[in-house]
């Protein structure tokens, strides 16, 4: 069955640094997104992306983070100057189709800032 | 505001007992629900999806029933599995929208 990969599973890194989280959505998708959950929280909402842009973003997605898709199966989260309030799992997703259908989930990457 | 609830918030039942879990929504317009599976450290597994006009959906031993009058919805897990530890989420969808908005949980523990 199809997967989402999310690659690292776990990243450590220091306040201030930028980290990439990279997820390879499933192939025939074409819409995608990134979720966090920071431990013991429900999962949130970041940022949906769709055709090569962002279509929608929540109050937490602010300038500090960018999303890309460089080479037509990565998609990454750039988080440019972490904060301590940044450790989560962040969860990549992806659709076939919009509107909230046929979402898969990746397995994560925790990331926890030091 | 859109919120969804869920209840309860743990529980604790015996292997090969039935349970049922909660769930409470304002998401308007609403699209559809789905329950969620998810164990410690790991992504959200789908279990059932129901739109507007769907009462019930069955997945093996789980089935999800949604009253889309009273924004009720409810899982229910029949003759539990050790397996079956986990946390259960209830996410809804609004039309016009992409974004999934997901309930608390609730922290299921079964114990032979």
């Known amino acids: 069955e199809p997967e989402v990969t999310q690659t690292p599973s776990h990243q450590v890194t220091q306040m201030g640094q930028e980290v990439i989280l990279r997820c390879v959505p499933i192939s025939n998708h074409l819409y995608f997104y990134w979720y966090r959950q920071i431990l013991g929280q429900k999962v949130e909402f970041l940022v949906s992306f769709y055709n090569n842009e962002i279509s929608e973003k929540s109050e937490i997605f602010d300038d500090q983070f960018s999303v890309e898709r460089p080479d037509g199966s990565n998609f990454t989260l750039k988080i440019r100057s972490t904060k301590l309030e940044d450790s989560a799992m962040y969860f990549c997703?992806?659709?076939?189709?919009?509107?909230?259908?046929?979402?898969?989930f990746g397995s994560g990457t925790r990331l926890t800032v030091v | 505001k859109n919120q969804v609830e869920q209840s309860p918030q743990s529980l604790i039942i015996l292997e090969g007992k039935n349970c049922t879990l909660q769930?409470?929504?304002?998401?308007?317009?609403?699209?559809?629900l789905r329950w969620y599976k998810q164990d410690t450290g790991r992504g959200p597994v789908s279990l059932t999806i129901?739109?507007?006009?769907?009462n019930t959906k069955s997945n093996g031993r789980y089935t999800a029933t949604l009253d889309a009058d009273t924004k009720q919805s409810s899982l229910h897990i029949t003759a539990s599995q050790l397996s079956d530890s986990a946390s259960y989420i209830c996410v809804v969808s609004s039309l016009n929208t992409d974004k999934l908005i997901f309930g608390t949980g609730t922290r299921l523990q079964v114990f032979p």
């Open positions: 129901m739109t507007f006009s769907e």
């Open positions: 997703a992806s659709s076939e189709q919009g509107g909230g259908r046929g979402y898969t």
């Open positions: 769930c409470n929504y304002t998401v308007s317009p609403f699209s559809n």
